[in-house]
């Protein structure tokens, strides 16, 4: 909080998806700061998550990319702390976390597929 009682912007969003499928298991969600996967425990987006939200942002690619991106934005502030010296590349963390989403592009004639 501010001195003016206003919260402190957050760098990016806060992970809150992919939601947990079926409701009554834990959810493909990070644990911070290591940015590991509170249910599987592997690397976050693993690879449910990835599934969870190639489906949970099917109509939305746009807002996906904005969620990952931000994502990889609080990532990289993350491990970087955790380990300057050796830890992952912003290029690591960019394929981890933006560039494997399945964005699509409408092409003429209105074809989605890549
Ligand atoms: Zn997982």
Known sequence: MTRDGWPVP???PYPDR???CPADRPPHLPL?????????GGPWPCAEARLL??????????????????LYHEASHDLFRLNPHDGPTPR???DRFVSWAPYRRSGPGGDRRR
């Open 32 to 40: 911070r700061p290591l940015w590991l996967c509170r249910a599987c």
């Open 10 to 12: 957050r760098l990016g």
């Open 53 to 70: 939200l190639t489906i949970e942002y099917a109509e939305q690619p746009v807002n996906l990319a904005v969620y990952l991106s931000g």
């Open 92 to 94: 690591d963390l960019f």
């Open 18 to 20: 992919p939601r947990a």
